[in-house]
Nanobody
């Protein structure tokens, strides 16, 4: 059964860190570029970080230098290390392929207080 399960969110003060994790039960995980997305209330769901099959990474400008994506193909997991968090990072965070191939999971809430 195809499933994306995110975890690791929480409530932190500005400047803090969180590490999100996603377990992706999808076919041929290692052949997909995997991404982390976020959606703030009333906003669209945007891709913030993507890691290719070869391990190359790309980031949305607002998180560059603060967020770091990595993957473990043996465990079918993709993680997002978030440092120097800002209130504007508050959102529900989701994982999916970078092409949004699969149904979304429930996401994990990240709330950053000022």
């Amino acid at each position: 059964q195809v499933q994306l399960v995110e975890s690791g969110g929480g409530f932190v003060q500005a400047g803090g860190s969180l590490r999100l994790s996603c377990t992706a039960s999808i076919p041929a995980f290692s052949r997909h570029a995997m991404g982390w997305y976020r959606q703030a209330p009333g906003q669209q769901r945007d891709l913030v970080a993507c890691i290719t099959t070869s391990g190359s990474t790309n980031y949305e400008d607002s998180v560059w230098g603060r967020f770091f994506i990595d993957r473990d193909n043996a465990k079918n997991t993709v993680s997002l290390q978030m440092n120097s968090l800002k209130p504007e990072d508050t959102a529900v965070y989701y994982c999916n392929t970078c092409q949004r191939n699969y149904f979304w999971g429930q996401g994990t809430q990240v709330t950053v207080s000022s």
